[in-house]
């Protein structure tokens, strides 16, 4: 037990390393899917938190090349109770220790995942320090409490410049707005004969409209929405011009474009089994999900913006359109990586409104 955390209210709990030696500083948040580390490791999302695994055995199928999310390691730390270093998979290429170790992204194994969980749920989300056994109290309290969190996280995790993601015979060209774009989005957009152009966040309104894109894409990202103003300034300039989907980031900065409000959440959502309502059709989809902040109900009884679908574990806002506009956002993750398949057709709605406005109906 050559490791520790320590977490902000000041429990201490040992552990032993795998992965980098680093000492890492983040927000403690915990994901209960059973399988997906792989996609959750590379979702932009995760940026700036240590990521503790509720299914107790990970690392049993190894790292697979094809099923990264994005060229990025999101998390700074990974917190397992039994890490699996001999991976039964004939499709993986390293073990998930080789990939924290070349991406300097500690892990800790050993660890009473469960007795951590509850802390993280009944206390909320909050700092944790990986560090060495031999830290003392003192100094890593002292540490946690001189920490800042960044607020430029769409900013890093964001593209540079504009790339493409073409497909055969493609019926419609889309610009993905990147806030830290997964692939699978891409690659379902590109299923439904879509051309896509990702472009980075902070991509003027002039840009986009001289690439003549049938729809726009609004991805999904980390940190607090109200610190992507020009996002939120854009979406107000294109809403009515093109049909508009967003995904969890997009959709809380959606929300703020329309004059609503956001707010944080206890500890998050994050797993690949909330169920979540579709008022429209009156089903229940099981979503997978990953964020820290919704979208607050204040405000849309004066609003032109309609809530569509509801979490029923505890009846946050999951899902909104503008039906004038063609705009609709859900707060989970419908491309489905990794998680249920339930809510893909939502890829479908965004072409049809693409379809209709082509047409002129």
């Given at each position: 037990?050559?490791r520790k955390l320590v977490l902000q209210n000041g429990v201490e709990l040992?552990?032993?390393?795998?992965?980098?030696?680093?000492?890492?500083?983040?927000?403690?948040?915990?994901?209960?899917?059973?399988?997906?580390?792989?996609?959750?490791?590379?979702?932009?999302?995760?940026?700036?938190?240590?990521?503790?695994?509720?299914?107790?055995?990970?690392?049993?199928?190894?790292?697979?090349?094809?099923?990264?999310?994005?060229?990025?390691?999101?998390?700074?730390?990974?917190?397992?109770?039994?890490?699996?270093?001999?991976?039964?998979?004939?499709?993986?290429?390293?073990?998930?220790?080789?990939?924290?170790?070349?991406?300097?992204?500690?892990?800790?194994?050993?660890?009473?995942?469960?007795?951590?969980?509850?802390?993280?749920?009944?206390?909320?989300?909050?700092?944790?320090?990986?560090?060495?056994?031999?830290?003392?109290?003192?100094?890593?309290?002292?540490?946690?409490?001189?920490?800042?969190?960044?607020?430029?996280?769409?900013?890093?995790?964001?593209?540079?410049?504009?790339?493409?993601?073409?497909?055969?015979?493609?019926?419609?060209?889309?610009?993905?707005?990147?806030?830290?774009?997964?692939?699978?989005?891409?690659?379902?957009?590109?299923?439904?004969?879509?051309?896509?152009?990702?472009?980075?966040?902070?991509?003027?309104?002039?840009?986009?409209?001289?690439?003549?894109?049938?729809?726009?894409?609004?991805?999904?990202?980390?940190?607090?929405?109200?610190?992507?103003?020009?996002?939120?300034?854009?979406?107000?300039?294109?809403?009515?011009?093109?049909?508009?989907?967003?995904?969890?980031?997009?959709?809380?900065?959606?929300?703020?474009?329309?004059?609503?409000?956001?707010?944080?959440?206890?500890?998050?959502h994050r797993g690949a089994n909330h169920p979540v309502k579709n008022r429209?059709?009156?089903?229940?989809?099981?979503?997978?999900?990953?964020?820290?902040?919704?979208?607050?109900?204040?405000?849309?009884?004066?609003?032109?913006?309609?809530?569509?679908?509801?979490?029923?574990?505890?009846?946050?806002?999951?899902?909104?359109?503008?039906?004038?506009?063609?705009?609709?956002?859900?707060?989970?993750?419908?491309?489905?990586?990794?998680?249920?398949?339930?809510?893909?057709?939502?890829?479908?709605?965004?072409?049809?409104?693409?379809?209709?406005?082509?047409?002129?109906?």
């Open positions: 037990m050559n040992a552990a032993k390393g795998f992965g980098s030696g680093r000492e890492v500083i983040a927000e403690l948040v915990f994901n209960t899917s059973m399988v997906g580390y792989q996609e959750i490791l590379s979702d932009p999302s995760y940026t700036e938190q240590i990521v503790v695994m509720t299914y107790p055995l990970i690392g049993n199928y190894g790292i697979i090349d094809e099923d990264y999310e994005s060229k990025l390691i999101g998390p700074k730390g990974l917190i397992v109770r039994e890490y699996n270093d001999k991976p039964s998979n004939f499709r993986y290429t390293k073990t998930l220790n080789e990939l924290l170790e070349e991406n300097d992204v500690p892990g800790l194994t050993h660890l009473d995942t469960r007795r951590l969980t509850r802390i993280l749920r009944d206390e909320g989300a909050m700092l944790g320090l990986i560090c060495d056994a031999e830290v003392t109290h003192e100094e890593a309290m002292a540490k946690l409490a001189a920490y800042s969190a960044p607020k430029d996280l769409v900013a890093r995790v964001s593209c540079k410049k504009k790339w493409y993601s073409r497909c055969a015979n493609p019926r419609f060209n889309v610009v993905a707005i990147d806030c830290g774009i997964k692939y699978n989005i891409i690659r379902e957009l590109n299923r439904y004969g879509c051309n896509v152009t990702i472009v980075p966040y902070n991509t003027s309104f002039e840009t986009i409209m001289a690439l003549n894109p049938d729809g726009i894409f609004l991805s999904n990202g980390p940190g607090d929405p109200e610190n992507v103003p020009e996002v939120i300034e854009l979406i107000r300039r294109l809403q009515g011009k093109k049909p508009i989907f967003g995904i969890c980031l997009g959709h809380q900065l959606i929300a703020l474009a329309n004059g609503l409000k956001t707010y944080k959440l206890k500890f998050g429209l059709t009156g089903k229940v989809e099981i979503t997978s999900q990953n964020h820290s902040y919704a979208v607050s109900i204040e405000g849309l009884e004066n609003s032109r913006v309609e809530i569509t679908h509801i979490n029923l574990l505890d009846q946050t806002v999951e899902g909104l359109r503008i039906k004038e506009d063609r705009i609709f956002s859900t707060q989970y993750h419908p491309e489905s990586s990794a998680g249920p398949e339930d809510s893909k057709y939502l890829f479908g709605l965004f072409v049809s409104h693409m379809e209709a406005m082509k047409e002129g109906r």
